[in-house]
């Protein structure tokens, strides 16, 4: 169970991504281009928001079951010493969350502002802080956090 749920949810990243990064596109030429807020808008950053909260349901459940974050519970101060306990106990959990918090924000704040420029301009920014968040803590294969790992 636990590697088929590692692999969804390995392989879901790439959606998010997509779906963050064609937000991100969406609302940056709607901010800078003055165009109105449309319902193709709102419906990436809906879909956005369900396929983050996916992941974050799917990362719990795999936090939960892994034997590295099993080990650096088991001792904190360990694990704040070894680069890659810490990554999987504290750093990947940590970032991803906040990355997730801010993808949920731009969208509900983007869907109660007054203005179109307003609504585009608040899924600009808070999208790209959550991208580059998590491009910081995926676990890519070049990163020592991610050696043998897979793209997938």
Known sequence: ??????????ALRYVAL??????????????LGK????????KVSLFTVITVHTQLVIGLILYFQ????????ADM????KDKLLRFWTVEHISMMVIAIVLITI????????????????RTTILFILALLLILA??????????VGRSWI
Do not use: C, E
């Open 1 to 10: 169970m636990f590697s088929g749920l590692l692999l969804i949810h390995s």
């Open 137 to 146: 803590s995926i676990p890519w294969p070049f990163m020592a956090t991610g």
């Open 77 to 80: 101060g360990a694990a704040m």
């Open 18 to 31: 997509l779906l963050i990064l064609t937000a991100i596109f969406r609302s940056l030429s709607g901010w």
């Open 66 to 73: 892994s034997t590295w974050v099993k080990a650096g519970l």
């Open 106 to 121: 731009g969208s509900v704040s983007a869907k109660k502002a007054p203005t179109d420029l307003a609504k585009h301009k």
């Open 35 to 42: 165009r109105p807020y449309t319902p193709a808008d709102r």
